[in-house]
């Protein structure tokens, strides 16, 4: 739900002048690894809304946000600042999610602390980048032995992902 209420079209025609395309997974996408078949999620705010409706995201007290078991649908959105590019984008995001329900604060931060929130772990949410080379090992970055102090911040972990990219 929240990747259908980011305009990735948008950003890429207004804020990268139409130099990018929206892709699918984590591999370069001119490089066999990368898989054309799947479509990317499409920018559709009343299907997101469907999902958490289904999924019990609500506004059950009436005060413009939603809400599952008195949790309230907030987030705290990292950003290095300085980056005209990610303001622009979070700042549009934010409003999607808005009218969508969903709290999201930005949290702009200066490089160093920016890097150290990554390190520690401290965040909700986090926009990132990385300028790889086509034939870039992904084991840094998606291995669940580098969620700890290596490059997999998001945390993730699949045990079927560590046997692929040990063989």
């Not at 479509?39 to 559709?44: I, K």
């Amino acid at each position: 739900a929240l990747t259908m209420l980011l305009d990735r079209e948008l950003f890429l025609e207004t804020i990268y002048y139409g130099m990018g395309k929206v892709v699918t997974g984590a591999a370069v996408s001119e490089t066999p690894e990368y898989n054309t078949a799947i479509e990317p999620w499409p920018f559709d705010p009343p299907g997101a809304v469907k999902i958490l409706d289904a999924a019990g995201w609500i506004d059950s007290d009436q005060d413009g946000f939603r809400d599952k078991d008195g949790i309230p649908f907030h987030f705290e959105f990292l950003i290095p600042s300085g980056s005209r590019e990610v303001e622009q984008m979070a700042t549009v995001y934010k409003e999607e999610l808005g009218r969508a329900g969903i709290d999201m604060t930005i949290r702009p931060l200066e490089w160093a602390t920016f890097i150290e929130s990554l390190t520690n772990r401290k965040f909700d949410a986090v926009t990132l980048s990385w300028a790889i080379p086509a034939d870039s090992d992904p084991y840094q970055v998606w291995h669940s032995s580098q969620t700890e102090r290596g490059s997999n911040y998001p945390g993730f972990k699949n045990e079927e992902v560590d046997q692929l990219l040990e063989a």
